[in-house]
């Protein structure tokens, strides 16, 4: 390999622009990088005061097809492929008029982003098909004696700094590096295309699905301290807010347990509309609730358990603000992690004031949930895969099986315990008041044993409380138990042979109950 390769000419063709003109500016300033631009990437490069040259003025041919055809040309494939110590390409290059190119920025069109999209049709999908970019990341990795390929924006800083470290050219091994980072994108990037094909566009889950992660940083431990452990993913599906993606503003290093959690307590605030806070222990709520406020909501789900919510993780779907960190630091309990969508200055500085340890993620907007994103679970030998548990509450397919119907204040409770009880281990139930998680039975062979420990938890809390069950009641027996501590509704999937004596139960004892036809189990 030729080393060093210094950084002469540089072509960009993005549509991730994050950071580009920095960057793009950067090569030109320090480097004297000419640049070559396809398209849109050219005119925000200009727009930024960037001198650009067009690809077109290269090759002498316009963009056509709307854009389907532009760089994939001679003059541009030559100038990333040839080995440039080669006598016959050099020979080539000097006949045809082909110039060398040293580096690379090229980050693909969104397909992922684009079919994750609802009511997205196959004709948009299938334009959002990269064809000249693949092909130039495939010829500039497969060439990378010679040519420096960058495919994310992350990158930007670390090519920047390695190229002021060697005085404006690239290292053999750095060159390596990033053309294996290249070579697995497009690799993933043409595996989901695949995917999508594979399923025609229906809800049918594909014949074959490849995985291609990234090993994102070391974990502190798996489970157990005795178990090695790493967090790996895929930077190239989806902007959902995720404990995966989330930058670590404080605290030590992450465990396996930590992001585990930290993804449950997400997944549950990301619920509901309002305020929303959760506390979760071994991946179960044992604390939620909404408030008018994210203080007023993390006061209220704390207040649920405090025994439990030692060593939990918290999260919020809310901007931290001072008055939210104040009632965070309040209590007397060690947490683990604190998740939202970002901390405000004053508060980031009261939190870490108080714990030293406790790890502050910060995962950006809630935005919209990705159906798009699978749930796996690995087995010996394989994985378990399915679409992600995402209805909430679909008040159209709900029925009222009791005489009495639920009050205002009780149906507004039901709503929120059918959430919180979607995320909660099976078997689970769940008893709730004024938007509060009071107690929750989880992860238990029979259903009269959770609903004895929600009860417990939730003491005399639950009179006039609401509960809700992940699945059906086989008997009355549970029903009886939550009548018995004083619960006046009940909401559950139905479907049992028994509904009937459940019902006639209820109706015994003027309560309400509402059957959802849709059932949550977590497993």
């Given amino acids: 390999m030729a080393d060093p390769i210094p950084i002469r000419r540089a072509l960009f063709s993005v549509s991730d622009k994050t950071g580009l003109s920095e960057f793009a ?28 040259i067009d690809v077109a003025d290269i090759t002498g041919f316009p963009e056509m097809m709307d854009g389907r055809l532009k760089t994939l040309h001679p003059k541009i494939h030559g100038g990333l492929l040839a080995v440039r110590d080669n006598p016959e390409h050099a020979e080539a290059m ?22 994750a999209k609802p009511g997205v049709t196959f004709e948009e999908a299938i334009e ?31 090519v920047l700094n390695h190229l002021r470290e060697h005085r404006g050219a690239s290292a053999e091994d750095f060159r ?18 695949a995917g999508y094909l594979s399923s025609s566009g229906d809800e ?32 190239h599906v989806g902007k959902e807010a995720s404990a995966a993606r989330a930058t670590q503003l404080h605290g030590k290093e992450l465990s396996y347990i930590n992001l585990l959690d930290a993804d449950g307590a ?3 605030v990301k619920e509901f509309a309002e305020p929303a806070a959760c506390i979760v222990k071994h991946t179960t709520p044992c604390g939620c609730a909404v408030g008018e406020n994210p203080a007023e909501a993390f006061g209220r789900a704390f207040a649920g358990d405090p025994l439990a919510a030692f060593g939990g993780i918290v999260a919020l779907n809310r901007q931290v603000d001072f008055a939210t960190a104040k009632a965070i630091v309040s209590i007397d309990k060690l947490l683990e992690v604190i998740v939202a969508p970002g901390f405000d200055e004053d508060a980031l500085a009261l939190l870490k004031e108080r714990w030293k340890n406790v790890r502050l993620l910060a995962v950006g ?38 005489r009495r119907s639920p009050t205002p204040a009780e149906l507004a409770d039901l709503k929120f315990a059918w959430l919180v009880c979607k995320h909660v281990k099976s078997n689970a139930i769940v008893i709730c008041k004024d938007g509060m998680l009071l107690g929750a039975g989880a992860g238990q062979m029979d259903r009269p044993s959770a609903a004895r420990l ?38 559950h999937p139905g479907g049992s042979l028994k509904d009937k004596e459940t019902i006639e139960l209820v109706d015994s004892r003027n309560a309400a109950m509402v059957l959802t036809g849709r059932r949550h189990f977590k497993h």
């Avoid at 396809?38 to 005061?49: C, E, I, S, W, Y």
């Avoid at 000097?94 to 982003?113: A, E, K, M, S, W």
Wanted: proline share 6%; aromatic share 8%.
């Fill in 25 to 52: 500016s950067a090569l030109v300033r320090e480097f004297e990088a000419e640049i070559l631009s396809t398209g849109g990437t050219a005119k925000f490069l200009r727009d930024a005061g960037v001198e650009v």
């Fill in 94 to 115: 000097r006949t045809h008029g082909i110039q060398p190119i040293d580096l690379v920025c090229i980050n693909l069109y969104p397909f992922q982003q684009t079919i």
């Fill in 128 to 158: 959002n098909i990269d064809i000249g970019g693949p092909a130039m990341l495939r010829s500039a990795a497969k060439n990378h004696a010679y040519v420096l390929v960058v495919t994310s924006p992350e990158q930007y800083a670390s």
């Fill in 176 to 193: 390596r590096e990033l053309a294996q980072i290249a070579f697995a994108h497009t690799s993933a990037y043409d595996s989901a295309i």
């Fill in 204 to 235: 049918e889950m594909p014949v074959k699905m490849d995985l291609h992660l990234a090993r994102k940083q070391s974990l502190r431990y798996g489970e157990n301290p005795h178990q090695k452990a790493a967090l790996y993913f895929d930077q």
């Fill in 266 to 268: 997400l997944d549950c």
């Fill in 365 to 402: 907007p809630m935005g919209q949930r990705d159906p798009g994103e699978m749930h796996m679970h690995k087995i010996v030998g394989g994985y378990l895969i399915q679409q992600r548990d995402l209805p909430g509450v679909d008040e159209q397919e709900w029925k009222i099986v009791s």
């Fill in 454 to 491: 929600a009860i417990e938890k939730s003491g005399p809390r639950a009179k006039s409380a609401v509960a809700a069950s992940d699945a059906f009641f086989p008997f009355p027996d549970a029903p009886q138990l939550l009548l018995d501590a004083g619960v006046t509704a009940i909401v």
